[in-house]
């Protein structure tokens, strides 16, 4: 199993990035995928989350209406969208993939890309 994030880097505030992350290993179509980050000394929190057919979006409040995420399941490969990144944008992003089958819990993570807002 492997989520490969890419896509991050340093960005001015009122930018924007796309990251991508790639899915191997795992029947990417039934798995929720989610992203989350985390900014140093301070916990990993969810960003945004996208059901296994891309029916169903949600985000964190501080990301409504900045970020998008969404999903190609014929490329194993899913996106977020950020606009209008703040300097407190700042952290490692994750890509996390999730589903539950006959009571067991399949939970994946990738190595996280570091997104950088600063001028």
């Known amino acids: 199993v492997q989520l490969v994030e890419s896509g991050g880097g340093l960005v001015q505030p009122g930018g924007s990035l796309r990251l991508s992350c790639a899915a191997s290993?795992?029947?990417?179509?039934?798995?929720?995928m989610s992203w989350y980050r985390q900014a140093p000394g301070k916990e990993r929190e969810l960003v945004s989350r996208?059901?296994?057919?891309?029916?169903?979006?949600n985000y964190a409040d501080s990301m409504k209406g900045r970020f998008t995420i969404s999903r190609d399941n014929a490329k194993n490969t899913v996106y977020l969208q950020m606009n209008s990144l703040k300097p407190e944008d700042t952290a490692v992003y994750y890509c996390?993939?999730?589903?539950?089958?006959?009571?067991?819990?399949?939970?994946?993570w990738g190595q996280g890309t570091q997104v950088t807002v600063s001028s």
């Open positions: 996208i059901t296994s057919a891309g029916g169903s979006t």
């Open positions: 996390n993939a999730l589903t539950r089958r006959v009571g067991i819990l399949y939970d994946y």
């Open positions: 290993g795992f029947t990417f179509s039934s798995y929720a």
